[in-house]
């Protein structure tokens, strides 16, 4: 036990905490909004309720089935991945364990919805007029700025190019 306190893995509450809020926004989500029918809450800001079947910006949205399949299971390998680097960080490291802690919840907040939906349940909609960005959620949020504090390590990281 001692051990476990030492390593990254003291940090998993930000990644339950992370799953826990994605499981609230989504539920608030499905229960408060109409399917497709935005919510404007800015100019640039609506909340409207998509349901993903495919991953990022819709990719594989029409595919026949087996992408809920192969997106559940590379979340399954990179929670797997992520949990073996935390055992092998110091719990000093803070940067990089709530960065992977943070993508980690939102990994498993997306794969959650695959595996009792068959996609993922998303709301964000930011647009320009007309255009739209992908629509996205909380575990697709917490996944980017998880992975922005990544590569912002990396790239302040002095011996980042000396391997």
Known sequence: MRKYFSTGLNWLWIALLVVLIDRYAKYWAVHNLTLTEPLPIFSVFNLTLAYNKGAAFSFLHNASGWQNLFLGSLAAIVSLFILGWLWTLSARERWTNIA??????????????????????????????????????TADSAICVGAAMLLWHWLRSPDRGSH
């Open 100 to 137: 992977l802690c943070l993508v980690l919840g939102g990994a498993i907040g997306n794969a959650w919805d695959r595996i009792l939906y068959g996609y993922v349940i998303d709301f964000f909609d930011f647009h320009l007029g007309d255009w739209h960005f992908a629509i996205f959620n």
